[in-house]
């Protein structure tokens, strides 16, 4: 079966929106910019898709029958909507756009804080970010430039190293402050991620046998479990690249220094096809001087 074999020509269904909503095949005709003879001529060819009259026609004048109103509400609502649809597609014509996708903590706590420096560095830039979650597949998805998080960078794709992912508890410097040798996180509230490494693995690397370490509130993503130890409410272990800013601006401190490999690292990825284009390129660029971080 034809999908949609019972929708008219656009033209008409605009003609009849006119039409129903003016009372008026002349001025239905003024403003779709047809003459009152061609309107009248669709209106008829409508009727005849539809199977019944849709007008009333009285004189010079026309109302519309009781299918007509019900159909009129169909047709304006669906014209609405592609109207609706053809504003939303302004943002895929602005020029300069390049789609940069990232994990949400890292859009938030590492991209967004250095917009400023992506834009001094390619001002004809106009970045748009992409933290949705999907799988990153160049060949399928309208993404120039992705931040991913992997033990090697995708075999077939140009691949920038940021940084090595390293672990390390972190905490709000009042709750830091407490916190004398890595034997004390045992009487501390914890905050637990998500992931395959956890705070049993850190303590285990530290020498200390782990207990009860369950306990605490669970978060599934590293950014909220970086607030909630920003606002106090216990230590986290925690993504250095993720936690960097906050830790140079003293909203989070590292009571102890021994970090966690996890054997991954934070990769910009992207395909020898889109860095073809000189905006993406330029972003390239300016993601190549950013050295890893070692803190």
């Known amino acids: 079966m034809v999908q949609f074999r019972h929708i008219p020509p656009t033209q008409f269904l605009k003609g009849f929106e006119a039409a129903a909503r003016l009372e008026s095949f002349s001025r239905a005709a003024e403003e779709v910019g047809l003459t009152q003879s061609a309107i009248s001529h669709q209106m008829r060819l409508l009727e005849g898709q539809v199977g019944q009259p849709l007008f009333l026609r009285i004189g010079r004048e026309v109302r519309l029958t009781d299918a007509g109103r019900d159909y009129h509400r169909t047709v304006r609502r669906c014209l609405e909507m592609l109207e609706?649809?053809?504003?939303?597609?302004?943002?895929?014509?602005k020029p300069g756009s390049v789609v940069i996708y990232a994990p949400r903590g890292v859009a938030r706590r590492w991209l967004l804080p250095r917009l400023p420096a992506l834009k001094a560095a390619a001002p004809a830039c106009e970045p748009w970010l992409d933290t949705s979650g999907a799988a990153v597949d160049f060949d399928t998805m309208e993404v120039d430039i992705a931040i991913v998080h992997a033990h090697e960078p995708p075999v077939g794709c140009e691949s920038l190293l940021l940084a090595r992912d390293r672990l390390s508890p972190v905490a709000g410097p009042a709750l830091a402050g407490t916190l004398r040798e890595p034997a004390d996180i045992l009487g501390a509230p914890l905050i637990h991620e998500e992931g395959p490494v956890?705070?049993?693995?850190?303590?285990?690397?530290?020498?200390?046998?782990?207990?009860?370490?369950?306990?605490?509130?669970?978060?599934?993503?590293?950014?909220?479990?970086?607030?909630?130890?920003?606002?106090?409410?216990?230590?986290?272990?925690?993504?250095?690249?993720l936690a960097q800013d906050a830790l140079a601006a003293g909203m989070l401190a590292r009571p102890f220094g021994a970090t966690m490999e996890t054997g991954r690292c934070w990769y910009a990825i992207s395909s020898p096809a889109r860095l073809r284009d000189e905006d993406v390129r330029d972003v390239w660029r300016w993601l190549g001087t950013l050295a890893p971080e070692e803190a």
């Open 84 to 93: 609706e649809g053809y504003r939303r597609l302004e943002p895929y014509r």
């Open 198 to 241: 956890g705070w049993a693995d850190w303590l285990a690397q530290v020498g200390i046998t782990p207990a009860a370490v369950w306990r605490g509130a669970n978060f599934s993503d590293g950014d909220t479990a970086l607030t909630a130890a920003e606002l106090g409410q216990g230590v986290a272990l925690a993504s250095l690249f």
